[in-house]
Nanobody, 126 residues
């Protein structure tokens, strides 16, 4: 059973930082790209950041570029994905989802991903 479990969400003041993590297990994720998406109430799920299997290529939404950093760690039985979020703004408030894609290259679209976590809430107060 494939599991993606996010952690690290919470409530933070504007200008603060949070580090999200995602532990992926249940199969080998060799060759899988991974990404972060977010969904605010009443809005569609949107792309935040993505990273290739090798980790050498990263991509960011314009709204988070320069503030967020995606990274990943390969482990024997799990894949760990992180999102360091700095200079947070109230508009970053959303549920953040980790996703895995059965291709080494990334995608900006939710339909391009095969596995999803349950999400973690990030709330940024003004």
């Amino acid at each position: 059973q494939v599991l993606l479990v996010e952690s690290g969400g919470g409530l933070v003041q504007a200008g603060g930082s949070l580090r999200l993590s995602c532990a992926a297990s249940g199969r080998t994720f060799s060759g899988y790209a991974m990404g972060w998406f977010r969904q605010a109430p009443g809005k569609e799920r949107e792309f935040v950041a993505a990273i290739s299997w090798s980790g050498r290529s990263t991509y960011y939404a314009d709204s988070v570029k320069g503030r967020f950093t995606i990274s990943r760690e390969h482990a024997e039985n799990t894949e760990n994905l992180h999102l360091q979020m700095n200079s947070l703004k109230p508009e970053d408030t959303a549920v953040y989802y980790c996703a895995a894609r059965a291709m080494s290259g990334t995608s900006y679209y939710p339909r391009g991903y095969d596995y999803w976590g349950q999400g973690t809430q990030v709330t940024v107060s003004s």
